[in-house]
T-cell receptor, first 115, second 117 residues
Framework: DVKVTQSSRYLVKRTGEKVFLECVQDMDHENMFWYRQDPGLGLRLIYFSYDVKMKEKGDIPEGYSVSREKKERFSLILESASTNQTSMYLC??????????????FGEGSWLTVV | AQSVTQLGSHVSVSEGALVLLRCNYSSSVPPYLFWYVQYPNQGLQLLLKYTTGATLVKGINGFEAEFKKSETSFHLTKPSAHMSDAAEYFCAVSARGAYNQGGKLIFGQGTELSVKP
């Protein structure tokens, strides 16, 4: 069965802290994604990765960076957390580089509150 | 450029009634189309998708959707609502192949479905 695991479900961080959100998939997928979900705005793409060490900016990359050193792991980094980054973060993965018709599988989400 | 519009941020139906969630898309190239469902405090789960072939697509939990190219629509329906269908539903579009390196998926704003007993 497909599994995308986000290690932290709920986090509370202080303004200015560096925050790491970790995501692991067990399906040997090439593509991985980080989305942000906010009420009324749907899901917005922050970054995506074609393969190991490959990354592309999504629609809202400002204030975020990513790391993909291993195929199964894709990390989202908030260099200096701000209150406007309080949100639900969803990690996802998909089989097949460039296969945009393939299903994207999502993790359970990480709720981040920045105070 | 692609975009997705879901008409109605909240839809309420009675148990046993027809469910109709509307989705219109904009895409300069033939799209792939998806519906996802999100239950409270969970991630998104694929309901169904259209990639090629038959334009009426059947998914899980009795849902189906029809791709209408002339109307640029991909509305989601279910003949008879159950209480367990209460959730948020997202329509999404992805352009095909070379037009969409990396397969970026664009989501609508979501429609929250309530089911009354």
């Amino acid at each position: 069965d497909v599994k995308v695991t986000q290690s932290s479900r709920y986090l509370v961080k202080r303004t200015g802290e560096k925050v790491f959100l970790e995501c692991v998939q067990d399906m040997d997928h090439e593509n991985m994604f980080w989305y942000r979900q906010d009420p009324g705005l749907g899901l917005r793409l922050i970054y995506f990765s074609y393969d190991v060490k490959m990354k592309e900016k999504g629609d809202i990359p400002e204030g975020y960076s990513v790391s993909r050193e291993k195929k199964e792991r894709f990390s989202l980094i908030l260099e200096s957390a701000s209150t406007n980054q309080t949100s639900m973060y969803l990690c996802a993965s998909r089989n097949g580089a460039g296969s945009s018709g393939n299903t994207i599988y999502f993790g359970e989400g990480s709720w981040l509150t920045v105070v | 450029a692609q975009s997705v519009t879901q008409l109605g941020s909240h839809v309420s139906v009675s148990e046993g009634a027809l469910v109709l969630l509307r989705c219109n898309y904009s895409s300069s190239v033939p799209p792939y189309l998806f519906w996802y469902v999100q239950y409270p405090n969970q991630g998104l789960q694929l309901l169904l998708k259209y990639t090629t072939g038959a334009t009426l697509v059947k998914g899980i939990n009795g849902f189906e959707a029809e791709f209408k190219k002339s109307e640029t629509s991909f509305h989601l329906t279910k003949p008879s609502a159950h209480m367990s269908d209460a959730a948020e539903y997202f329509c999404a579009v992805s352009a095909r192949g070379a037009y969409n390196q990396g397969g970026k998926l664009i989501f609508g704003q979501g429609t929250e479905l309530s089911v009354k007993p």
